[in-house]
């Protein structure tokens, strides 16, 4: 409706920003957002207007008294890089004076051009040695298609990989192998946790901008097709897709949608880029708030319009299993099994733990021996109680720091001073003080940030 349209408001909402805050780092991000994510129109005005707010703090370094061409090029250099950041590309397109690093290529390029070709080589050469041959087959087969990715309408591939059949391992390999030719290897999972087990992974949601959004609708990530991260899309061979199962089938139909349209190929699945997706469909399926089975079954990624097009590579071969560990095996077994519905009621064995009548008996059973122990780190370390609901947790935890014959300390913090009050201090040795807060005299203990 072009309500955001007016220069004024742009200037106004940088001024009220500054109003908030002295951070002039976080100024700048800020106002990178602006420009990536909400469509201004030239920003040449409002940057002459308002250089000397975003550059103060370059000024101050330098301990100058004027501004500067140099003082005006850092501020651009620290926008630019948030520019980049946030998936845009040179800030010339907003308006902008060209800065320094303006021609250099983007944080997130460079990131995923960083690999040491020479060192992922060696790791590859020695870790292929170790692939079964159904690890074998798969590792080949993604290859095979990454070579000849042009000659395929559909390069979607699903690997279904249980515990324990080595998947992490298989896809760490597939992406240093890729990167150690040179080429983008980009690495995503559906949780953080997930993530953190790829090399160079990150979430889907991060990596590819994609909105948080209803179960029952798509929409567009958030990728201009002159940004950075649309350049770095254009040069990628291989996206990898970890604990994909948990995913809604719609936030991979948005990247499908996205990707055909930024990378101008409408008729290719992901673009044309080879896309690997992982999962175990023993585990979670896509949490569905307030919903039911059905609800789940729906919006699972079989339910999208992708599925059948997928070429299926499944991981058979449990790598856990030894022969000399029958009672492990025998486990493994028995948790596919069970995953698979083929398998009855599970019967705990008679000798598979202590059973307790109450909390306090489980917290005499865990922590015996506490009030000897109480400081020692590693008696902790090797203790733990899990339970499904906060409450008993809250319940828990106090039973166990009763038994605890340590006096209770109670650290107050100050969270809003009043006006009057400018001498907080904030060592981590000084004594102990009162100090005046919105509410009244507390306690004030800083002896450690807690």
């Known amino acids: 409706m072009g309500l955001l349209n007016d220069k004024e408001t742009w200037k106004k909402t940088i001024l009220e920003i500054i109003n908030h805050t ?70 010339t397109q907003y308006g902008l004076p060209l800065s320094r690093c303006g021609e250099k290529t983007s944080n997130i390029i460079r990131r995923e051009k960083a690999y040491n070709k020479e060192k992922l080589t060696e790791e590859v050469k020695e870790k292929s040695l170790l692939l079964n041959s159904n690890q074998r087959l798969c590792y080949d087969t993604v290859l095979f298609r ?10 979607g591939i699903f690997l279904d990989a249980p515990g324990g059949t080595g998947k992490s391992f298989v896809l760490n390999i597939l992406l240093d192998t890729v990167r150690s030719q040179g080429k983008i290897a980009l690495a995503v999972a559906s949780s953080g946790i997930a993530s953190t087990v790829l090399h160079g992974g990150r979430t889907a949601h991060n990596m590819f901008k994609i909105p948080l959004m209803d179960y029952n609708e798509m929409c567009a990530c958030s ?61 979670i399926l896509p949490v569905i708030r307030g919903g039911g089975m059905n609800d789940e079954l729906e919006y699972c990624i079989k339910s999208g319009y992708f599925w059948d097009d997928l070429l299926k590579l499944e991981l058979t071969r449990n790598v856990r299993l030894k022969a000399d560990d029958a009672k492990n095996n025998i486990f493994a077994k028995n948790l596919l099994a069970l995953g698979r519905g083929e398998s009855g009621p599970v019967k705990l064995p008679e000798k598979f733990g202590i059973v307790v009548e109450t909390r306090k008996e489980l917290v005499d059973k865990v922590y015996d021996n506490l009030e000897e122990n109480h400081l020692n780190a590693s008696y902790f370390e090797k203790r733990d109680i899990i339970s499904p609901t906060n409450d008993d947790v809250d319940r828990i935890n106090l039973m166990v720091y009763d038994k605890s014959e340590e006096p209770e ?32 005299y507390e306690e004030y203990m800083p002896s450690q940030v807690v």
């Open 22 to 91: 002295n951070d002039r780092n976080q100024l700048r991000a800020t106002y990178a957002s602006m420009l990536v994510f909400s469509e201004l129109e030239d920003q040449s005005g409002i940057w002459e207007e308002t250089k000397d707010l975003f550059a103060s703090d370059f000024l101050q370094r330098q301990k100058a008294t004027e501004y500067n061409d140099e003082i005006y090029l850092d501020a651009l250099d620290d926008i630019q890089e948030h520019v980049w950041n946030f998936g845009g590309g040179s800030i």
């Open 146 to 155: 990454i070579e000849n990715a042009q000659k395929y309408r559909h390069n």
């Open 409 to 440: 300390k109670v650290y107050m913090s100050v969270d809003t001073a009043m006006e009057e009050v400018t001498d907080i201090q904030t060592s981590s040795h000084v004594e102990t003080e009162s100090r005046k807060c919105h509410h009244g």
């Open 223 to 283: 990728i201009k097709k002159n940004s950075e991260l649309a350049k770095l899309l254009s040069m990628t061979s291989l996206i990898v897709w970890d604990e994909v199962v948990m995913a809604n089938k719609n936030t991979l139909a948005t990247l499908d949608v996205s990707l055909r349209d930024i990378l101008g190929v409408p008729g290719r699945f992901m673009g044309g880029i080879v896309f690997v997706c992982a999962g175990d469909f023993h585990q």
